[in-house]
Each structure stands twice: as structure tokens, then as C-alpha cells.
Nanobody, 121 residues
Framework: QVQLVESGGGLVQAGGSLRLSCAAS????????MGWYRQAPGKQRELVAH???????NYVASVKGRFTISRDNAKNMVTLQMNSLKPEDTAVYYC???????????????WGQGTQVTVSS
């Protein structure tokens, strides 16, 4: 069965740091892009950062310079190092991955269950 298992969420004060990790298992085919989304109560889910298999990264403007995404292709893991956290970073963070079973197959999308990040002022 396919699983994306997240860890590392918690409660920190403003200016602190957290490291989120996500391990994928049971995915058939090559994992192309992995990333992190977040959703605050009453708000739309937004992309925080993603990274391709080749290591190209993108970040939402509000976290540039503070967050760093990385991955280990051999272990099918992605991490998000979050520094200088702000109260507005408070949200549920979701791990995301996509894959194809073979070259002409449709793209498959997978989601983790989410991990809570709370930043106090």
C-alpha cells in the first residue's frame, strides 16, 4: 500500500526552527516531484516548496530565504528545514509526491495525512 509518513511538526516560538520529514513507500514507478503544502484554518491549501528528482526547487515567496527543501532519491524521502518561523506559518503541512508507473502512463498523485505546525508569537 502507498504511504507518505510525515514527522517533525510541533509547537515553537516565533524565530524558532522545525524540520519536517516525509518518507514514501509502496509507490510503483519513478517519483518525479516531492513537496510540501500547507493549509491554515479557513484558508486554501497552498504550495510551500517542491523539488524535482533532479534537485530543482521552487518556494512560495513568503518562505524564501527561511525554508529549505531537500530529498534523498534512494530513500524516497523529502525534508523541509524551517528557520525563522513566524506565526503566519502556522498550518497543517502535507507531504506530496507524484509518480508514473511507466513513461506513457498518467501521473499519480499522493498525499500524506498532514502534520501540525504551530508558531506562537
Amino acid at each position: 500500500q502507498v504511504q507518505l509518513v510525515e514527522s517533525g511538526g510541533g509547537l515553537v516560538q516565533a524565530g524558532g526552527s522545525l524540520r519536517l520529514s516525509c518518507a514514501a513507500s509502496g509507490i510503483i514507478g519513478v517519483i518525479n516531484t516531492m513537496g510540501w503544502y500547507r493549509q491554515a484554518p479557513g484558508k486554501q491549501r497552498e504550495l510551500v516548496a517542491h523539488i524535482t528528482r533532479g534537485g530543482s526547487t521552487n518556494y512560495v515567496a513568503s518562505v524564501k530565504g527561511r525554508f529549505t527543501i531537500s530529498r534523498d532519491n534512494a530513500k524516497n524521502m523529502v525534508t523541509l528545514q524551517m528557520n525563522s518561523l513566524k506565526p503566519e506559518d502556522t498550518a497543517v503541512y502535507y507531504c506530496n509526491a507524484d509518480s508514473v508507473a511507466w513513461s506513457a502512463a498518467p501521473l499519480n498523485i499522493y498525499w500524506g495525512q498532514g502534520t501540525q505546525v504551530t508558531v506562537s508569537s
